[in-house]
């Protein structure tokens, strides 16, 4: 079974019994966002927190 099959089985089984379709969608949304910023990570494509700052600060 593949890794992606298996969390969102896990996923699933970790939600309430009146979760709605949107619940769903949005623990899937989430779960993907986080994967790519980790992936982002070990990559290596960071900005520092003094970097982001100055970017929101010279606006």
Do not use: C, Q, T
Not at 36 to 56: Q, T
Request: proline share 2%.
């Amino acid at each position: 079974m593949s890794i992606v099959k298996e969390e969102a089985k896990k996923l699933i089984s970790n939600l309430p019994d009146e979760a709605s379709w949107d619940d769903l969608m949005y623990e899937m949304y989430v779960r993907k966002k986080i994967d790519e910023g980790i992936k982002a990570a070990d990559d290596g494509k960071l900005v520092s927190h003094e970097e982001v700052k100055k970017r929101f600060l010279n606006k």
